[in-house]
């Protein structure tokens, strides 16, 4: 009995000196800001990123992120010291043919690129909506390959929202919601999403807002969208629901004892970088575009996707802010993430993820 004593002593002491934070594991859901290969081993899925030239500047080689290198849920993982998660369906068949004798300690990540907090947004692309995504971390749950414990002491990532409000522009599309009426149906199932989370033991919930979505390159994609200056109609929808979702945010300590939240304000981190691409960062240079992207064709470069034929590729993709026609560069997503891990109240509240990461929550 005495040994067994020491010998979990000595471990948990070694957890600690390694991951230098209480975060042990982290657990992922979203959009193609997180997605790290979802959709790469989903053969039904045609929004694809696993050709080159992604993943070229970090990986070398096409990992199914929609980015040249990592996304902000891997620099998070790096910032709190553990490895970057593996997508939720590599692991599933891994472990479905026996390399894998369980799913991974150090999280999970569900996201699938396309994919939006409604059921319906790229159903027809063969996306993974937020509604399976959970459901597949249910199944985990319940079938006991997550401990409860791991999620309590976890980090989920929650991001998406922007396929819903890109889709509803869609010419093809008849939105028989208003604006408004759209975004609360978006908010419900954000609520919804919480509130289940909460239940499958989740106690430290990060949720990031929507970027401006009015801004991607892929706007010329639609009809009567502006090129000089981004679609207004859209960043007000994009504003209204970032808006609804912090009040979420806000809710989660009220809501669910033992639990805590965090609003990560990507809109306007974004939109410092384009207000000022030259003094955003004083180390490093700035960026040299913050309007077209740096892989793609045609006006902005948001006409064609990245690694499709035709396509034409920037020299030095650190200079934009764009990497492709919907998604930052990896130097974008290196920059929120360090506004979001240490930055103040106009960046993250009502505390940054590094004090999130090291903060103790009660027992539940
Ligand atoms: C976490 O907080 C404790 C005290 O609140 C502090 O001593 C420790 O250095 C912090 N750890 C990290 C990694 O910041
Ligand atoms: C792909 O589609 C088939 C047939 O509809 C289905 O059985 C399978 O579960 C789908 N695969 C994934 C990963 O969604
Ligand atoms: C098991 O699945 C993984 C992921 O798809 C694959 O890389 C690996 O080669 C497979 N192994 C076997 C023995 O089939």
Known sequence: MEKLLIIFLHSSLLISVIYGYNVPAIFVFGDSIFDAGNNHYNKNCTAQADFPPYGSTFFHHPTGRFTNGRTVADFICQFIGI????????????????????????????????SGVLRATNQDSGVTSIQVQLQQFQALVEQRHI??????????LFESGSNDIFAYFDPFGTPTLTPDAYVRSMLM??????????????????????????????RVLLPRTPVTKCYGKMNKMVKNYNMGLEGLVNGIPIKYPGAFGVFGEIYRTIQIFRANPKRYDCDTAGFADVNNACCGDGTLGGFLQCGKEGYTICKNPNEYLFWDF?????????????????????RIRPVNLKTLANMTLPPR
């Not at 939720?88 to 690129?113: C, Q, V």
């Not at 919907?326 to 106009?346: C, D, M, N, Q, V």
């Open 83 to 114: 490895p970057l998660q593996k997508p939720f369906l590599e692991a599933h068949l891994e472990f479905m043919n026996g390399t894998r004798k369980d799913y991974p300690s150090n999280g999970i990540n569900f996201a699938s690129a396309g």
């Open 147 to 156: 401990d409860r414990k791991l999620i309590q002491q976890s980090i989920i």
């Open 189 to 218: 199932e954000v609520g919804k999403f919480i509130d289940q989370i909460y239940k499958l033991g989740a106690s430290r919930i990060a949720i990031f807002s929507l970027g401006p979505v009015g801004c991607v390159p892929a």
């Open 326 to 346: 919907f998604h930052p560069s990896e130097r974008t997503y290196k920059l929120i993430t360090k506004a979001l891990w240490a930055g103040r109240h106009t």
